[in-house]
């Protein structure tokens, strides 16, 4: 079973007729009947009904056809990325983005299909964890995550973008407590602040006093 066969196959029936499929192809009726016959011969099966009407699909015709159609459609879709691949600042980019970053990506990457309109650009967004794999087994071509070197681990490059910074929303009687530039986390919690409600907050806040 030929690529063409399928081809032809699906053109007659969309074309309604073996005259019209072999114009639209270039070809003379005699090879486009050919085609058919010996696409019929490989399957085993009758697929295409002829009468002065022109052609139907008969009942295995109609199931083969869906196949056909799928197949053609799987190779389109295959010369169309090799196409872009081999054009001059073509090809597919992959990337990967957190939550987080995700939120603040969308001007980037409009700049970056403004410099290259022949690029197609698949995202996906996950956790770190779930992203950096898929860049170390290269289903990603890279990803912009909330992580350390030591995190992302041997083998990849990393490059920092930005640092993130935490400050704490809080009530005025522990406004001093707030100001120091230390990390809580678990029992370095001091006591004053046990019983206070903190929001902490990611980003820069000016201090409005």
Known sequence: MRIGQLRNFVSIVEAGSIRA?????????????????????????????RSTRGVACTPAGRAFLAHAGAIRAELRKAEEELAEITAPGGGTVTAGFTPTVAAVAPEAIARFLD????????????????????????????????????????????????????VIAHRPRVRELARESVCYSGSRVPAALHDVRIVCLRGRVDDTD
């Open 21 to 49: 499929a072999a114009r639209t192809h270039g070809v003379s009726h005699p090879a486009m009947s050919k085609s058919l016959r010996a696409l019929e011969g490989e399957v085993g099966v009758q697929l295409i009904r």
């Open 115 to 166: 410099d290259h309109p022949l690029v197609r650009l698949r995202i996906m967004e996950g956790t770190a964890s779930a992203l950096v794999p898929l860049v170390r087994d290269e289903t990603l071509d890279f990803a912009v995550v909330q992580s350390t070197p030591a995190a992302v681990g041997p083998g990849l490059k990393f490059r920092a973008l930005y640092r993130d910074r935490m």
